[in-house]
């Protein structure tokens, strides 16, 4: 966290951003948390001004929210929005199905293919965060297949919106069966440059779920 910008040596927030929002992501920073300024400069390392633009900005994008006197807090995240982002996040991704097909190489599908074996794996003896870090391990894979970084990064910053938390409550036994056959099924996609069938698959993968009454 020690960049600075070109001017008065202030603090760049762009990695404390990264950072704040990494955490609320992971649930270090859980749903409903007030986010008192005094404690996170002091977790962070980070000066006043510099955590209070990160605030802002973060704010703006919606990953905190702010009560005026009396400061920011982690919002909890309703079915309502988390089917809107994953609605949003299957948009884009289905967008660059064709990018994929052109750009993936045999050594990728190699990876693909160890990665979605990782991730089954680790739904029958792994822990939660080791399942977490398969299932992203996977598709950062898959994303190196697009070439606009622009794209990658609206991905990344939808998938990021919905905490991880908040995704496995909704996470029961059977869907992330699904999710780990999804990953096969996308990859014999890629491999008989099967665009159609891909989208089908990413919408289903990626898509709402269904509101509890």
């Given amino acids: 966290m020690d960049k600075t910008t070109d001017t008065g040596g202030e603090k760049d927030p762009r990695p404390l951003i990264e950072q704040i929002e990494t955490d609320i992501y992971s649930g270090k ?3 409903g948390m007030w986010l008192k300024q005094i404690d996170l400069e002091e977790r962070y390392q980070c000066t006043r001004l510099t955590l209070r633009h990160a605030l802002e900005q973060l704010q703006a994008r919606k990953i905190v929210q ?3 006197n009396r400061g920011y807090y ?3 995240v309703d079915q309502a929005y988390a089917n809107n982002v994953r609605a949003a ?3 884009v991704e289905k967008s660059i199905v064709d990018e994929l097909i052109t ?8 990876r693909l293919s160890y990665l979605a074996s990782v991730f089954s794996e680790t739904l029958k003896t792994g822990t939660l965060p080791e399942q977490d870090e398969a299932n992203l391990a996977f598709h950062r894979e898959l994303l190196t297949a697009c070439k ?3 794209m990658i990064e609206i991905i990344w910053d939808l998938r ?3 905490p991880l938390s908040a995704q496995r409550a909704s996470n029961t ?6 999710s780990a056959r999804d990953h096969f099924e996308m990859i014999e996609c890629l491999r008989t440059r099967d665009a159609d069938r891909l989208r089908v698959v990413t919408e289903r993968h990626v898509g709402a779920r269904p509101v509890q009454r």
């Fill in 173 to 178: 036994p059977a869907e992330l069966e699904r």
């Fill in 66 to 68: 702010r009560v005026p």
């Fill in 74 to 76: 982690v919002p909890s």
């Fill in 29 to 31: 920073l859980a749903p």
């Fill in 89 to 91: 996040r299957a948009h």
């Fill in 103 to 110: 750009n993936i190489t045999g050594e990728s599908l190699a």
């Fill in 148 to 150: 606009n970084p622009v």
């Fill in 160 to 162: 990021r919106r919905v």
